[in-house]
């Protein structure tokens, strides 16, 4: 049974400050991760997908990295600032596709001036 | 505007009592999702949806019923039978059953 691990599970960091947010997920055999970000109250927003065969993805000051053999992936966030606050969690999709995404329990994240 | 609805934002229940959460997407998805958020644990999928007329239990569907008669609409159905109804409820769709799923803002539901 696939088991995602994200840590720590909460972060706290001076604006401007780079980071890196750390995923682990226990079975290798994986279609693709997905990295959503949530707001309090609210629901989930996708921020980056990365498929199986794919090292990274990025998107503005957001990169995405997957070692899939060591069942790892980071969120890398470059010059933080204060609406990056907000919980990052990530979701692994099995090998062979399917609807059943599994999420780790999440990273909260607080970016203070 | 496109999106996915949700309604209502929070929802009180006493114990006992059926009560259903509404789902409406207009982004013309075939893929329809409710996943259960509680503290300190991950989302976890209650039904899924890849067609109309057609719908499959997920990890915990034990006290919950859904529909979908329409391919906008996946309500679902909280019943007195789920011993521990308390979370937040999360309503997702996608194109197909292997793209990327996007979410509603949820509905917090509460059994007094």
Same mark, same amino acid.
């Given at each position: 049974?696939?088991?995602?691990?994200?840590?720590?599970?909460?972060?706290?960091?001076?604006?401007?400050?780079?980071?890196?947010?750390?995923?682990?997920?226990?079975?290798?055999?994986?279609?693709?991760?997905?990295?959503?970000?949530?707001?309090?109250?609210?629901?989930?927003?996708?921020?980056?997908?990365?498929?199986?065969?794919?090292?990274?993805?990025?998107?503005? =000051?957001?990169?995405?990295?997957?070692?899939?053999?060591?069942? =790892?992936?980071?969120?890398?966030?470059?010059?933080?600032?204060?609406?990056?606050?907000?919980?990052?969690?990530?979701?692994? =999709?099995?090998?062979?596709?399917?609807?059943?995404?599994?999420?780790?329990?999440?990273?909260?994240?607080?970016?203070?001036? | 505007?496109?999106?996915?609805?949700?309604?209502?934002?929070?929802?009180?229940?006493?114990?006992?009592?059926?009560?259903?959460?509404?789902?409406?997407?207009?982004?013309?998805?075939?893929?329809?999702?409710?996943?259960?958020?509680?503290?300190?644990?991950?989302?976890?999928?209650?039904?899924?949806?890849?067609?109309?007329?057609?719908?499959?239990?997920?990890?915990?569907?034990?006290?919950?019923?859904?529909?979908?008669?329409?391919?906008?609409?996946?309500?679902?159905?909280?019943?007195?039978?789920?011993?521990?109804?308390?979370?937040?409820?999360?309503?997702?769709?996608?194109?197909?059953?292997?793209?990327?799923?996007?979410?509603?803002?949820?509905?917090?539901?509460?059994?007094?």
């Amino acid at each position: 049974k696939q088991e995602v691990t994200q840590i720590p599970a909460a972060l706290s960091v001076p604006e401007g400050e780079n980071l890196v947010l750390n995923c682990s997920f226990t079975d290798s055999a994986i279609y693709n991760l997905q990295w959503f970000r949530q707001d309090p109250g609210k629901g989930l927003t996708s921020l980056l997908l990365i498929q199986s065969s794919q090292r990274e993805q990025t998107s503005g =000051r957001l990169n995405a990295s997957l070692d899939k053999s060591s069942g =790892r992936s980071t969120l890398y966030i470059a010059a933080s600032q204060p609406g990056d606050s907000a919980t990052y969690l990530c979701a692994v =999709r099995p090998a062979g596709g399917g609807n059943k995404l599994t999420f780790g329990t999440g990273t909260q994240l607080k970016v203070e001036l | 505007d496109g999106g996915i609805t949700q309604s209502p934002k929070y929802l009180f229940r006493k114990e006992g009592q059926n009560v259903t959460l509404s789902c409406e997407q207009n982004l013309n998805h075939d893929a329809m999702y409710w996943y259960r958020q509680d503290p300190g644990q991950g989302l976890r999928l209650i039904y899924y949806s890849q067609i109309v007329n057609d719908f499959q239990k997920g990890d915990i569907a034990e006290g919950y019923s859904v529909s979908r008669e329409k391919k906008e609409s996946f309500p679902l159905t909280v019943t007195s039978a789920q011993k521990n109804p308390t979370a937040f409820y999360l309503c997702a769709s996608s194109i197909g059953d292997t793209d990327t799923q996007y979410f509603g803002p949820g509905t917090r539901l509460t059994v007094l």
